[in-house]
């Protein structure tokens, strides 16, 4: 397997160093064939890299701080590399996720690795992927199936040219992504088909291949709870009763909180010392939320909303912290 | 080499969307392939140049929701009109896998047709079906979100299957951000300027407001008002056209969120370079004036409720290094999972809690790098009103009713966009824009055709600009709702003098007073059975209904073909037909 000697342009006028680092190569990785390249050709695409086909890449750049590479420089890098090949030398230290995003696992700064894609890839290759592969080439092949419409009454294609034989892939592809391009050139006049057309097969769209959620209920079997903008079933008057209920409770817990402010504001009159209402937690457990089952014990209480249960007597007031001063003010406000 | 991926920005993600919902979740799903380590372009449908379907798109997903009459979004317009060309060869896009997802509401009878044609024309031109397509509905118990889920479980797969070589990315990853922002903390604070929403794009119409009073009864409970702005420069429109109307957030929520991050206070009022492209309507605010604070006035959408998005980004910015951190950050996680719908439902969507209010709840271990706020924070989106006024080249009113309610949260809930306009005096300057609509009332024909005018609420505003535009031209026949005759019979004394002339006539439906007969429009259409249906079969009217969606355009639905049994032979059909010639036009919000 070959190694790939990637040269920042500013080395390259420096043939002593450029020397030296090819025979510090060559002793590394005795009997591999060494290509070599500047990375600017490869980033301008002047140069072809074969893909699979380095079993390393070592890039030199001199500059301090190691400018960044283009993320375009490292997928081509990527896709150059054979799998469990590695990238190493002068690499940006800050591009470790812009190397992730392209499929390399960082080993450590300045060591890139292209993983062995059994181990890694994604494996949902459905069945039909290699037909998939092949489709996406130019086939000039009309579509077998396909619903004869007045609407579009040409191809680009012609089946009868017997022309898989020499052209290369590359160029027949360019090619027809030619001819399909002049379709989009900006000819306002064309001729459009009424919307209403297309209508006439929304029918036959219905029938097929269409997803429809899983029913109003959720994994754990609870059914949601939202209801439909016009509800007329009830619910809407559950969740308003629900709500109006969690308004009374707040009253509640608001009034309480007073209470027990005044409370302690006494108490903190008497000995004098303490300057504002705190709550610890013995207090937070002596409230009484008025509501049957519901204790302060589960201790999310006061975390907030985020994490209240269903039904908590604090649900829509701010979090609070035992200890804490509660801040009566701020729940009133209107931003 | 046949191991080879398709290149990974060969995905394709593009969206028509009219209030923004398409465009949250055709993120949510170019974020979540990002981590599958694919680089999709997502866009909206008009911004994306065509072409690029042949060079770079291998597979295509489009999003996009149907509005009133079945039509495309704004901001696809231009594209169908390429889609719909009639020279397209049908192999044209053969080298395309794709799907599509509908954003729909099942109480419209265009249901979803939007997506159905851009569906339907694709398979025309060669695309192939990639995995199955889908089509929600708002109005299901599952809401649009239980649609999305399953249809992403669907298409991830699939569309995975097809890369060969995938590198999954943890999402605990903090991916780089989608837009590019500098802050130039070292440089002199920008000046503050006036109305900074002035200097957005050269293509909104300028003017001033006018007049803004309120048309309710003092003690009703909703306030609504009348607007009316005069414009710097030419006016065109027709009954059925909208106002579009650039509302920004007001100072006092900006600068409270600032000071939830105080490394934001900090930088808030330097120089703030966005170097990515914005796509919002309307154009940004002037570069020279950019800054972080004056960007979050006015584009960044605080007053929004958060969505899954949202959260998918904000949980990388706990501080876990305490427990109440971690505790924090794994919450903040779990609701931007499609899973967890329900949880940020009851957290989010059910009381209406803002994304400010979601920053303060959990600002103690949170710190967002200011280069994030433009992909956390979703864009202010434009805000769209029927027109109230008869064209006018240097005027334009709209009705609006100001949105307050209150919910399980102490604070009240208050529109953004009505927040704004409630306090707007006279002489305020501002920038708007007028969205042409399709909708026609036979001006063409020969001989106008009468037009039956159903709208309850603030559904009367289009009726007010159809009936100056045409009193004493044709028929006009006007249903109105209403919830108390001294409250909120809007618009009263502009239909009475027409009303003498016998230039129109009113049929009122007041629901809330004692003694009303007719307490809903449908029941005051079902008592001028007889008119009614002579309008419609006899004299060919157009049928224009206007209103809240639900519940109201189904009943007079119903009740229409009520009143038409007997009279025509199918009149499900009779009204569908109505509806494809363009004579029976709904627009409900």
């Avoid at chain 1, 074969?50 to 890449?57: R, V």
């Avoid at chain 1, 392209?102 to 037909?131: C, D, Y």
């Avoid at chain 2, 037009?451 to 044709?474: C, D, F, H, Q, Y």
Wanted: proline content about 6%; hydrophobic content about 35%.
């Amino acid at each position: 397997m070959s190694v790939l000697l990637l040269l920042h342009p500013t080395i390259v006028t420096d043939e002593d160093t450029v020397l030296g680092i090819k025979s510090k190569i060559t002793s590394q990785y005795p009997q591999a064939p060494v290509t070599q390249h500047i990375i600017d050709r490869v980033a301008r695409e002047n140069v072809e890299l074969a893909p699979n086909s380095f079993a390393h890449i070592v890039y030199v750049n001199p500059n301090e701080g190691h400018l960044a590479l283009p993320v375009l420089v490292i997928s081509k890098l990527f896709n150059a590399l054979a799998e469990d090949g590695d990238f190493t030398g002068d690499l940006p230290r800050n591009q470790d996720l812009d190397a992730l995003m392209n499929g390399f696992i960082v080993k450590a700064p300045g060591h890139w690795v292209k993983p062995v894609s059994q181990k890694t890839l994604v494996l949902l290759r459905p069945k039909s992927l290699k037909e998939g592969r092949t489709a996406k080439l130019p086939l000039f092949k009309k579509a077998a199936a396909e619903k004869d419409t007045v609407s579009s009454p040409v191809t680009l294609t012609d089946t009868s040219a017997n022309n898989t034989d020499q052209e290369d892939e590359a160029s027949m592809k360019r090619r027809l992504e030619e001819s399909k391009l002049s379709y989009f050139s900006d000819d306002s006049d064309d001729e459009l088909i009424a919307e209403d057309e297309l209508l006439a097969d929304v029918n036959d769209l219905d029938k097929i291949n269409i997803i429809v959620p899983k029913k109003c209920e959720l994994p754990d079997g609870k059914k949601r709870r939202k209801a439909c903008k016009d509800c007329t079933c009830g619910l809407k008057e559950i969740e308003e009763a629900a709500e109006a209920n969690s308004r009374n409770l707040q009253e509640t817990i608001l009034g309480q909180m007073v209470q027990l402010a005044t409370l302690e504001a006494i108490e903190i009159e008497d000995r004098l010392k303490k300057s504002a209402v705190k709550f610890t937690e013995d207090d937070l457990a002596e409230i009484d939320f008025t509501v049957e089952g519901k204790t302060g014990g589960c201790g999310s209480c006061a975390l907030g909303d985020a994490f209240r249960c269903d039904g908590c007597p604090y649900l829509g007031l701010p979090p609070f912290r035992p200890g804490e001063v509660v801040n009566l003010d701020s729940f009133g406000e209107d931003i | 080499m046949s191991d080879t991926n398709p290149p990974p920005n060969s995905v394709t993600i593009l969206y028509g969307s009219e209030t923004g919902n398409a465009q949250d979740f055709a993120h949510y799903l170019g974020r979540k392939l990002r981590y599958y380590s694919l680089r999709p372009t997502v866009s909206s449908l008009d911004e994306y140049d065509p072409r690029k379907l042949v060079t770079e798109t291998r597979y295509l997903i489009v999003l996009c929701s149907t509005t009133g009459q079945g039509e495309f979004p704004r901001n696809l317009q231009k594209f169908i009109k390429f889609l719909l060309r009639k020279r397209l060869p049908k192999d044209l896009l053969n080298h395309v896998k794709f799907t599509t997802f509908g954003l729909g509401d099942s109480s419209y009878p265009k249901f979803n047709f939007a997506i159905k044609k851009i569906h339907t024309r694709l398979l025309q031109l060669g695309c192939t079906e990639l995995s199955a397509r889908c089509e929600s509905d708002e109005m299901s118990p599952e809401g649009i979100d239980g649609y999305f889920a399953e249809w992403v479980e669907k298409l991830v797969p699939a569309l995975t299957g097809q890369f060969p070589r995938l590198f999954q990315i943890d999402d605990h990853t903090l991916l780089p951000p989608e837009y590019k922002i500098d802050v130039s903390p070292d440089s002199a604070d920008v000046a503050s300027g006036e109305d900074l929403a002035l200097t957005r794009s050269l293509n909104l119409h300028r003017g001033r407001v006018l007049e803004n009073h309120r048309i309710t009864a003092a003690d009703h409970f909703q306030d609504v008002r009348h607007i009316v702005i005069e414009s710097d420069s030419v006016l065109l429109y027709s009954p059925g056209d909208t106002l579009a109307l650039y509302p920004p957030n007001d100072d006092r929520s900006v600068e409270l969120l600032l000071q939830l991050q105080p490394h934001w206070l900090a930088v808030a009022d330097k120089p703030l370079k966005i170097s990515s492209d914005v796509e919002v309507e309307g154009g940004l605010i002037s570069q020279e004036h950019m800054t972080l604070r004056n960007l979050i006035k006015y584009h960044l959408d605080v007053s929004s409720i958060p969505r899954r998005t949202f959260f998918g980004l904000l949980f990388h910015f706990v501080d876990d290094s305490t427990d109440d951190g971690k505790r924090e950050k794994e919450k903040l996680y779990d609701f931007s999972k499609l899973e967890e719908s329900e949880d940020l439902y009851d957290y989010a969507n059910r009381p209406r809690r803002l994304i400010l209010e979601t920053i303060m709840e959990f600002e103690t271990n949170l710190k967002i790098p200011v280069e994030y706020i433009v992909d956390l924070i979703p864009l202010i989106k434009v805000r769209l009103f029927l027109i109230a006024s008869k064209p006018s080249p240097n005027s334009v009113e709209i009705a609006v009713a100001i949105v307050e309610y209150k919910t399980m949260l102490r604070r009240i809930r208050r529109g953004l966009c009505t927040k704004w306009l409630k306090q707007l005096q006279p002489g305020t300057p501002l920038v708007f824009s007028v969205h042409l609509s399709n909708i026609s009332f036979g001006d063409d024909l020969l001989e106008k055709p009468p037009v039956l005018m159903i709208a309850p609420g603030t559904g009367i505003a289009p009726m007010k600009s159809l009936i100056e535009k045409e009193a004493g031209n044709r028929s006009l026949v006007l249903f109105q709702g209403f919830r108390e005759t001294q409250k909120d019979y809007l618009f009263q004394s502009v239909w009475e003098p027409l009303v003498q002339l016998s230039t129109l006539q009113v049929y009122n439906a007041v629901s809330r007073e004692a003694g009303a007969k007719h307490k809903y429009v449908q029941d005051r259409l079902f008592a001028e059975k007889d008119l009614v249906r002579s309008l419609i079969v006899d004299e060919k009217a157009i049928v224009f209904v206007c209103g809240s969606s639900g519940n109201m355009p189904r009943q007079v639905r119903i009740t229409l073909v009520e009143i038409l049994r007997g009279s025509v032979t199918d009149p499900e059909q009779y009204l569908l037909d109505m509806e494809n010639g363009g004579r029976y036009i709904q627009e409900t919000w």
